[in-house]
């Protein structure tokens, strides 16, 4: 082949090469949110943004900072995550790497008989490109467009793995600190249940005390060991589901003398749905796989258009191996190919109406993940709002049951209200402080999920 028809195989294969950047894919537009424009209730007026803060600077304590510290080296959960980076990367990798010709060292060597008997013999040793297809209408930067997309998303899917990993330590570990307060607090009504209770059979054996004051006193001794034994419980499931999302045994001294009422937790902003949604790393997620359900339609259109593929070589052929590589004896061949589809039963037209179901059904999961995380930040922010009141509310009626309680047993040791009054306040007085720990408890595990909601937990690093 002469060099003429060399350079104008070169300039053809060239000229294809550009062409390849064209796609058939829709072009891709952010759908308008289902949602509301503006949440129910407001944030904090200002602050820190949940998204620009780091979980080290929202979180204060020492050892809470430890806890998540080892959930994100240990946890299960987060490592699966990350090898699905790893996998989606090498996926790319491989779509990405059909874009260019694959050149391999290609040496052959033939023996033919001929017809007086003799044998004729050819060499061959050079580089070759097999069957890479020029990419006219996008198929493959439309696969290797979507598997990027895969890629994006398996990296917002970790960071979505990772803040709920962290909001589920804190929240754990806050639980743990209302059982441990919860179990104090038991024990001690259980001592003074169990006091009263001995002394009140005194008094019934020696005639100063009614059965029924006996019975009254008894029953409330067995609630107090009722919910002894239900915190101990809920203690030591808290306690094994922290040690799973640590990934190891929680250390006896996971609270370190922290109360409910030392801990505090950053208060946030919220700006407006179409500002913090967005940032939300699940949100991403789901729109990363929208966008490489729509780089997939690009790929099924381009099915039904000619592939072009190209073979090509350069190297060196001789009818001795001695003469391999002498001179005059290189050359080159350059062989294009195009199929253009005719019948294919449908395969194609079927390919295209799955892409598209699959761009709508990814559709709807982005719509389904915009509208979860709206609620679950009107939810926070819900919390946020009433949470406050109602704890404010709930330490006056500790206060006033208190009152009731000392009232109640200075009448009753003078003689002036029965036994029953006293047991009575006693028993509203538990059941107001239980419920003061409890309240206190949801307000700062609802902060924690306030923080989630907002896309906290995860910080791009600078310069991306």
Known sequence: MNARLLKTSLSVVAAASLLAACSMAPKYERPVAPVAGAFAYPGATSGTAAADLDWQNFFADARLK?????????????????????????????????????????????????????????????????????????????????????????????????????????????????????????????????????????????????????????????GARVANAQTQRQRAIDLDTLALLVGEPVAPDFRAGVTSESIALPDLPAATPSDVLVRRPDVRQAEQQLIAANANIGAARAAFFPRISLTAGIGTASTELSGLFKGGSWGFTVAPSLLLPIFDAGRNAAGLRSANVARDIALAQYEKAIQSAFREVSDALAG?????????????????????????????????????????????????????????????????????????????????
């Open 384 to 464: 946020r709002a009433l949470l406050g009141e109602q704890l404010q509310a709930q330490r006056n009626v500790v206060e006033a049951e208190s009152v009731r309680m000392r009232l109640s047993k200075l009448r009753y040791d003078n003689g002036v209200s029965s036994y029953l009054d006293l047991l009575d306040a006693q028993r509203s007085l538990f059941a107001a402080q239980q419920a003061l720990i409890q309240t206190r408890a949801a307000q700062l595990q609802n902060q924690v999920q306030l923080y989630k909601a907002l896309g906290g937990g995860w910080v791009e690093p600078s310069g991306r």
């Open 66 to 222: 430890e806890l998540i510290a080892s959930a994100l080296r240990n946890n299960r959960d987060l490592r699966i995550a990350v090898l699905n980076i790893e996998a989606a990367r090498a996926q790319y990798d491989i779509r990405r790497a059909d874009r260019v010709p694959n050149v391999g060292l290609s040496v052959a060597g033939s023996r033919t008989p001929g017809a007086n008997g003799s044998t004729s013999s050819v060499y061959t040793a050079g580089l070759a490109a097999t069957a890479w297809e020029i990419d006219l209408f996008g198929r493959i930067a439309s696969l290797s467009d979507a598997a990027l997309a895969q890629y994006f998303a398996s990296e917002e899917g970790r960071k979505a793995a990772q803040t709920s990993l962290i909001a589920s330590v804190a929240t754990t570990w806050l639980s743990l600190i209302a059982d441990e307060e919860l179990l104090e607090l038991t024990r001690q009504t259980l001592i003074t249940r169990e006091d009263s209770l001995r002394l009140t059979k005194l008094r019934f054996d020696n005639g100063a005390a009614s059965e029924l004051d006996f019975r009254q006193a008894q029953s409330l001794y067995e």
